[in-house]
């Protein structure tokens, strides 16, 4: 945290790479609360935990919150709704449990955790009250106070449950031998990476062999179905151009949205933080001594940005130089505030003590508050105002076009392209496959070119260049092509296998003239091939753009001198031979120690936390307690 805008926010653990909401670097919370459902299964239901259920309302409410956020791609949604749907169902199930069990969250835990984290709800001893409280929650983490403080009391819930579940694991003295020579065995390589596609160039298939691959897989060369449709298209970029919007109208936007155009009392500052959370008396003093140093060095010239890249230990801004950006009144602590907005631009403070830590703050630049005056903004309204503008004149002419295409069955696209001034084109043939860059590649268009019968009008499809109207052009019927037809999709096919072929008895030849007693250098470069030699690495390192530690791990039971198999790759292959092997220095365990078990016993605890969360899933579905409906969540990804 820091004396600034607190940039540790809560927000919402959605697995798929998972945002963890983190409070003060060490409070885990989950979704948003719903309300509790109970009763009869409905359609809307995706799965029932006892006598609660999650909807598919519940999901479409996390993904919308995410959304407002971050865009999710629609692909993608389907993904996020299954892992939203396993949150909330493993969230339910631990209310379940905790029920069974008789494990509860106190009013009290509640209430010293809230302290913990929100310390500025508390004056000395003494309750802020509600109505400051209420606005500290909502300015801090955009939450109401009920939904905070659930959010609270299911962080502890789960934390009782983690305790219980890992309190008796501990790290016995092989597992961290173990883990000590997994971090600290290097091996230097010297590699090559023979990689099929490097390899297409230079092939060239016979006559011979292109026409009996096209007669061995005749089958898989089917030609489809394609169309060609000629295309009227309602520009929206065009009628953009075309409009002209007055400075009266832009007035008029102007004072609708007056608010967004006021500035409030503002200072752009950057700070060095030194924290002194949950440190003693004497540690605090020995911080002081520190900040107290850095400050001496900003006041003589030293360049603050430098200063607090080195020194600040607010994660959110060190790397940006210690640099907040604007801030405004209400927005941070008290101590921090008044003094930033007492200093003149260029001007560093003394030390400023908040319950962060020390900060050492520094002005660039002040604002007054003021309302930002219409010529200064007017253009930055013209451009959205023109978009509005464009999108329902485009919107009320795709009205009429479909009302006129409705009225009569015999309306041609040329005559309405005439009388609406819309763009005339046609389409290349294109199967149901294939892109159709031309009309921005929707997914719409296609679906409509084949359902379109002949002589039809589509109605106005909307995509990303505004409405288009099809109509069909010509049509070539699915047949069995001839060699000729599909002759480069052949040459490209039979090109491919050939690669990777050659590509596996490269590695192998490479393997054997290196064993054989060649130089690995001059072997491969007798291959044709880029002999390379990687940094030291350990298993969890890497050879950037070739091959993880992991993927290499037999690399690590092989002497210096000795050559690997060849490592496939996926289509690629990776022959390597061991140019340097460091083993682990045992006189650095010790050093290690501490940080090897820490590693090596939240791994663990982690596993066994996951363990349980699987057992306990299991279990509720053998009980009949856990019901699950996942082909409730075929909406979600979909343009239905």
């Known amino acids: 945290m820091n004396g600034a805008k607190d940039k540790s926010k809560l927000g919402y653990r959605i697995l798929l790479g998972a945002v963890v909401l983190v409070l003060g670097g060490s409070m885990l919370l989950y979704l ?18 006892g006598d609660e259920s999650v909807s598919v309302q519940d999901i479409r409410k996390q993904l919308d919150q995410i959304e407002r956020n971050n865009q999710v791609p629609r692909p993608l949604e389907g993904l996020y709704a299954q892992q939203i749907l396993q949150q909330l169902v493993f969230q339910k199930e631990i209310e379940y449990e905790a029920k069974r069990l008789g494990i509860t969250v106190s009013d009290q835990e509640r209430a010293d955790r809230i302290r913990q984290y929100l310390p500025t709800a508390f004056n000395g001893g003494s309750f802020v009250g509600i109505d400051q409280y209420t606005a500290q929650v909502q300015q801090r983490f955009q939450l109401t106070v009920p939904v905070f403080e659930e959010l609270i009391r299911q962080s502890l819930l789960e934390e009782k449950f983690r305790k219980l579940v890992t309190d008796g694991i501990s790290v016995g003295p092989a597992e961290l031998q173990d883990e000590f020579r997994f971090k600290n065995e290097k091996v230097k390589l010297d590699y090559a990476v023979i990689k099929p596609e490097e390899l297409e160039a230079k092939i060239t298939p016979s006559d011979a062999e292109i026409k009996a691959a096209y007669e061995k897989n005749k089958s898989k060369y089917q030609v489809p179905e394609r169309r060609s ?36 009392n503002q200072v752009h500052v950057q700070h060095i933080l ?8 004497a540690e605090v003093e020995e911080v002081s001594k520190k900040a107290e140093d850095v400050l001496k060095q900003a006041k003589e010239g030293a360049k603050f940005d430098e200063l607090a890249k080195k020194y600040s230990e607010d994660p ?15 927005q941070t602590v008290p101590e921090f505030e008044k003094t930033a907005f007492s200093l003149a631009p260029g001007q560093i403070s003394d030390l400023v003590k908040t319950q962060y830590g020390f900060h050492i703050i520094k002005v660039l630049e002040k604002q007054t508050a003021h309302t930002k005056p219409f010529e200064e903004v007017k253009d930055s309204i013209r451009a959205p105002l023109l978009l509005t503008q464009a999108d329902k004149q485009a919107s009320d ?33 294109v199967s149901a496959a294939d892109s159709l860059l031309e009309l921005g590649n929707s997914q719409d268009i296609k679906d409509a070119i084949f359902r379109l019968r002949p002589a039809e009008l589509s109605l106005p499809i909307r995509t990303d260049r505004g409405y288009v109207i099809l109509s069909l052009k010509a049509v070539q019927p699915a047949h069995q092509s001839t060699l000729e037809e599909v002759r480069d999709r052949v040459i490209s096919d039979l090109k491919r296998e050939q690669s990777i072929t050659l590509a596996k008895s490269k590695a192998d030849d ?20 880029e002999p390379k030699t990687s940094d030291s690495f350990a298993r969890d390192g890497s050879i950037p753009g070739a091959a993880s530690g992991k993927q290499l791990g037999a690399a690590f039971n092989l002497k210096q001198g000795d050559v690997g198999a060849p490592l496939n790759l996926g289509q690629n292959w990776l022959v390597y031979r061991i140019a340097e092997k460091v083993e682990a220095n045992p006189a650095n365990f010790e050093a290690q120690k501490k940080q090897l078990t820490e590693e090596v016993l939240q791994s663990k605890r982690d596993l066994a936390y996951k363990a349980f969360q699987l057992a306990l899933n299991d279990r509720l579905k053998k009980e009949g307690k856990l019901k699950l409906m996942p082909e409730k969540l075929k909406s979600f990804g979909t343009l239905g």
Do not use: C
Request: aromatic residues 6%.
């Open 32 to 49: 948003v609360p719903q309300a509790p459902t109970s009763g009869e299964v409905s359609t809307d239901t995706v799965a029932k935990v």
């Open 229 to 264: 449709v000629r295309y009227a298209l309602l520009d929206v970029n065009q009628l953009r151009q075309g409009l002209q919007i007055s400075d009266d109208m832009l007035k008029e936007q102007y004072q609708a949205n007056i608010q967004q155009y006021q500035v409030p």
């Open 274 to 281: 030194f924290r002194t959370v949950g440190k003693t008396d």
């Open 316 to 330: 959110g801004s060190k790397d940006k130089g210690g640099d907040l950006s604007w801030i405004h009144q209400g």
């Open 397 to 429: 002419t795709a009205d009429q076009l479909s009302a006129a295409i409705r009225r009569s069955n015999k309306v041609s696209l040329d005559d309405l392209a005439k009388q609406y001034h819309l763009t005339l084109g046609e389409t290349r043939p």
């Open 510 to 529: 490479l393997v054997r003239r290196v064993k054989g007693g060649r130089k690995f250098d001059a072997a491969a470069k007798a291959l044709g091939l």
